[in-house]
């Protein structure tokens, strides 16, 4: 009964007067269907270039702090003078999140399989879940530019380098101290 209920809707749609509206529909269907796929990933796109703007602004800031922080100490060293410096970055910052290892094991046939999952955990916040995370990795320094009024003296020059390469764990040859004009 009901098979020949649906077989004669059909031959009605698919009748020789329905069969331009059908088309027009399944058409203006797809083109529908089309706008909404470039317009979804889009805005997810959108999401992810703000988080990677913000990631950006952050590990700037970080260098920026980094660099004030270590032109402050360089200008205390004795001979140095004002200091300014450039710091090389390789990345941004990076986080590690929290995650949960799930372990099925299965045994058909007499054979024995497993299988393994990752789950990151989340945790409820301010209304909205968010991702749990374990640690943030800072940027790695690549290399370094110091501008001092001591520049000139060699002895000055290797307290810098000295200073510079403990504090940020960079190799003596990627740092470069020169002479700043008054």
Known sequence: MR???L???????????NRVKLITFIGL??????????????????KAAAESEQSR????DYVSGMEERLGKLLSEIKGVGRAEIILSVEGSEEYVYAEELETEANTKDNTQAESY???VLVVERSGGDEALVK????????????????????????RV??????????PT????????LN
């Open 173 to 180: 040859s990627k740092i470069c101290v020169e002479i700043r």
């Open 29 to 46: 269907l797809a083109m529908l269907l089309i706008f909404l796929s470039e317009v979804i990933p889009k805005s997810s796109t959108g």
């Open 135 to 158: 640690k943030v990795l800072s940027p790695k320094f690549n290399g370094a530019l110091v501008v001092c009024e001591g520049g000139y003296d060699q002895a000055v020059r290797e």
């Open 117 to 119: 999952k990752n789950k």
């Open 7 to 17: 077989r004669n809707i059909i031959k009605k749609i698919t009748s020789s007067g």
């Open 3 to 5: 098979g020949s209920k």
């Open 57 to 60: 602004d952050m590990s700037g």
């Open 161 to 170: 380098i000295k200073a510079v390469s403990a504090a940020l764990d960079l």
